[in-house]
């Protein structure tokens, strides 16, 4: 590094102090990445005392970030503590008062995530891999070849949409309210997709009482292999109070949306950042499984969760107080060269490319992470049936959100074999 552009960086000027790395704009222009190596290296656990979500720590090291996360009985993510993100859950007008397991302790989190968490099981997913090829053969032969089109809204959104749709067995004509929903659940007004906190809790009023009424639907039906049936009759889900109910769809209605979109953009844009592992995947489609874990860990689509501590503790030498928000942040972990090789670059044959940190860890370690990598899959093989390459013809927009970190549209052009 040059003196000129140490003098230009602003993550190598400010002063330790003052480094609050919660602005989403940071993650917008993508330039949160110095300042997360700054901190891996001078101050791996770092306390901001001032943000515009009060003060928090930043645990940047992959190490570190798996100390917390296997530590449930110190590190909680109880919603009435603040949850699962920088932006507390429950709090003033940002508040929601919904319940979900992600946000719940043992032993309450464990009994409800048992009772959903066969719609993902790998008995499931034999069933589901067929219907995910055919939508997404039928989404890929919709497109031009060789005229710019936007990537994340005709297949990214598409996809992830009718994957979500199946899984809840929601009516196929409304899919796309799952991902209105989706975007709303998860937004502030500074993001522009909602203009007040008002707004969100309308929208997400409306979301309840369209699940209300497929709720009512299937209590009256037999028992059937999707999301909302399963919740409506497992016993340990069954007579959730209503806001419960509600928060769990909206948590897989998130979990299972914005993640997975961002993943598949996530992925055009590295391969086109990397010509070379294109050229590689291109001789080798057998790679393709080797390069999904490769392509969430570059990706990271969510940039950190959080806890709040509830009781004095240590992490990495630095000691935490009761009640003090603690954030993960994967993204910088997944960068860390003590535990990744060379974790700037983007190896699509990374020997043991499953060891990194988008999924979490823990209690709470991703319950969709098999269907998600089985969606990924399942696109780059119908896409390489198709096309030789799917090229980025311009510059990407990324999602203001220092959470979901993805991209609102990427221009591509697509090229026959
Ligand atoms: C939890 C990431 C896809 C459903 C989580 C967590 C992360 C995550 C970081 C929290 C882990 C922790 O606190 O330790 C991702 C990524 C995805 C993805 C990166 C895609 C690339 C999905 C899909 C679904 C899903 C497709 C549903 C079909 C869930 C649920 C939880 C969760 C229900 C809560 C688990 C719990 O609290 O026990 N995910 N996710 N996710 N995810 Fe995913």
């Known amino acids: 590094m040059t003196t000129d552009t140490l003098v230009r960086d602003p993550a190598s000027t400010v002063p330790l102090s003052q480094m609050d790395v919660s602005d989403p704009k940071l993650f917008q222009s993508d330039t949160i990445g110095s300042y997360f190596a700054r901190l891996r290296r001078e101050d791996p656990v770092h306390y901001c005392p001032e943000s515009a979500y009060g003060p928090y720590w930043s645990v940047t090291k992959f190490k570190d970030i798996m100390q917390v996360e296997v530590n449930h009985q110190t590190f909680s993510s109880e919603a ?24 719940m302790d043992p032993p309450k989190h464990d009994a409800q995530r048992k009772a959903v968490s066969p719609v993902v099981a790998p008995s499931n997913l034999v069933l589901l891999e067929p219907i995910i090829r055919e939508r997404a053969g039928l989404i890929l032969d919709s497109l031009p070849i060789g005229e710019e089109i936007d990537w994340v809204d005709r297949v990214s959104i598409e996809l992830t949409t009718m994957t979500l749709a199946t899984l809840f067995d929601f009516p196929w004509e409304e899919r796309r309210k799952l991902t209105r929903w989706s975007d709303v659940a998860t937004a502030t007004p500074e993001t522009g997709v909602v203009s007040s906190f008002e707004q969100r809790r309308e929208e997400l009023l409306e979301c309840a009482q369209y699940f209300k009424g497929l709720w009512d639907q299937r209590v009256n039906e037999p028992p059937k292999s ?57 001789a080798d489609p057998g790679l393709i499984p080797k390069m999904i874990p490769e392509i969430i860990r570059w990706q990271t689509p969510l940039t950190h969760m959080r806890r709040t501590a509830l009781m004095d503790a240590e992490i990495g030498g630095r000691k935490i107080r009761k009640g003090d928000k603690v954030v993960m942040w994967y993204l910088s972990g997944n960068r860390d060269d003590e535990v990744i090789d060379r974790p700037n670059e983007f190896i699509i044959d990374r020997p043991n490319s499953r060891h990194h940190l988008s999924f979490g860890f823990g209690v709470h370690r991703c319950m969709g992470n098999r269907v998600a990598e089985l969606q990924l899959r399942i696109i780059w093989e ?22 979901i970190r993805g991209f609102t549209h990427l221009p591509v052009k697509l090229h026959a074999h």
């Open 382 to 403: 119908e896409i390489l049936k198709r096309f030789s390459k799917v090229e980025v013809v311009g510059a990407p927009e990324r999602t203001l959100s220092n959470f």
């Open 226 to 282: 999707d999301l909302i049936s399963m919740m409506v009759h497992s016993p340990a889900t069954r007579d959730m109070p209503y806001l419960e109910f509600l928060g769990n769809l909206i948590l897989l209605i998130v979990g299972g949306n914005d993640t997975t979109r961002n993943s598949i953009s996530g992925g055009v844009l590295a391969l086109n950042q990397n010509p070379a592992e294109y050229r590689k995947l291109m």
């Open 80 to 103: 009435k503590l603040g949850g699962i993100a920088l932006q507390d859950m429950q709090s003033g007008e940002a508040s929601l008062e919904l319940e979900m397991f992600i946000a």
